[in-house]
């Protein structure tokens, strides 16, 4: 069992998930799509209308069935919201996140996919960055 200690110190994902069909169709739709070596990802700016907290982020995870079975794709999720969850500082304000991995990511060692993670999430708050300048 973890300490209260060690519960304290770790940031929860599901303050920044992702949770509703319609809030990935909404993102799907005012987003592009980015491709990387083992996933893809769609970054949508919220519009300044948004119901939703204006500076806070919200990170989605779509893991196909064409990937694998169940616990394969749990597995990917697993590794994937612990990568999120260690670098939230790095997600970009006022956005919605989709990451979409591939089936590279099962045997890709942790290291690397946190490394390419924390790529996207920096290339993810500079197009942020550059969308939110004031043009003049």
């Known amino acids: ?54 500076t806070r982020t919200r990170v989605g995870l ?3 069935k ?5 616990h394969e794709r749990n597995r990917i999720k697993r590794r994937m919201r612990d990568i999120v969850r260690r670098h939230l500082d790095l997600l970009p304000p006022g956005c919605d996140l ?11 060692e942790f290291a690397k996919l946190e490394t390419e993670l924390v790529r ?5 708050q500079s197009e942020a960055a550059r969308t939110h300048a004031p043009v003049q």
């Open 62 to 64: 779509t893991v196909g």
């Open 98 to 108: 989709i990451l979409h991995p591939r089936r590279t990511v099962l045997s890709i």
């Open 120 to 124: 996207i999430l920096k290339q993810a």
């Open 1 to 54: 069992m973890n300490s209260p200690s060690s519960q304290v110190q770790r940031q929860s994902f599901a303050g920044v998930r992702l949770q509703k069909h319609a809030d990935y169709q909404r993102a799907y739709a005012l987003s592009r799509k980015h491709q990387s070596s083992s996933l893809s990802w769609f970054l949508a700016i919220r519009p300044d209308d948004a119901p939703v907290e204006k």
């Open 66 to 70: 064409v990937i694998g079975k169940a």
